[in-house]
């Protein structure tokens, strides 16, 4: 089975802080591994993926995450936070492809603090 | 082109009604899941349908149904409503789900049930 483990369900930084949200999974076959950002009262949109090739996966507004396959990682990081960076954040694992059923962490709530 | 809809964006049903949510897919896109996102916690995966038929169903009960029809919209059904199924329903849709391909999913904006 598949499973998702997000370290940490409320992560707080200063403006223009490094941004480290952290994400272990767990999967029987070759992982498909996302991230997805969600504002308030809105759906899920799709920060970046995962599927084969490199392992460093660069992704919108300046986020990129690194599939590690010994640490069964993907951590998902960006150099300097902006206020607009505010939202929850879901690492997801889905198997046989990108389209078919995702699993989802239980989220890391982002605040950016002045 | 129009992103994922869905209809109604919010909703409020009484425990024991029934509740029936819209989705209109992205055009051209073949395949349509749905996820229940429960307040604080991430989305489950409850249905995919893939060219009218299911292909995968999450660990829900019998009351949650669902179908896609010839135009790909779906439906999904909620009988005997709990105050448990309070939570944002979810909507994403695919254009294909070949195995081994990278075809992404993408979300509507959901419908918020709250049940009373």
């Known amino acids: 089975a598949q499973s998702v483990t997000q370290l940490g369900s409320h992560v707080s930084v200063s403006e223009g802080a490094l941004v480290l949200l952290r994400c272990n999974y767990s999967s029987s076959v070759p992982p498909y591994l996302f991230w997805y950002v969600q504002y308030p009262n809105q759906g899920l949109q799709l920060l970046l993926k995962y599927t084969t090739g490199a392992t460093l996966v660069k992704g919108i507004n300046g986020f990129e995450a690194e599939f590690k396959k010994s640490e069964t990682s993907f951590h998902l990081t960006k150099p300097s936070a902006h206020m607009s960076d505010a939202a929850e954040y879901f690492c997801?694992?889905?198997?046989?492809?990108?389209?078919?059923?995702?699993?989802f962490g239980s989220g890391t709530r982002l605040s950016i603090r002045p | 082109d129009a992103g994922v809809t869905q209809s109604p964006t919010h909703l409020i049903k009484t425990r024991g009604q029934h509740v029936t949510l819209r989705c209109s897919p992205i055009s051209g896109h073949k395949s349509v899941s749905w996820y229940q996102q429960v307040l604080g916690q991430g989305p489950q995966f409850i249905f995919q349908?893939?060219?009218?038929?299911?292909?995968g169903r999450g660990n829900f009960p019998d009351r949650f149904s669902a179908r896609q029809f010839p135009n790909y919209s779906s439906e999904l059904n909620v009988n005997a409503l709990l105050l448990g199924d309070s939570a944002l329903y979810l909507c994403a849709s695919s254009l294909d789900i070949l195995l081994g391909a990278s075809y992404e999913q993408y979300f509507g904006p959901g419908t918020r049930l709250t049940v009373t």
């Open positions: 349908y893939y060219e009218k038929e299911e292909r």
């Open positions: 997801a694992v889905s198997r046989y492809s990108s389209a078919s059923k995702i699993i």
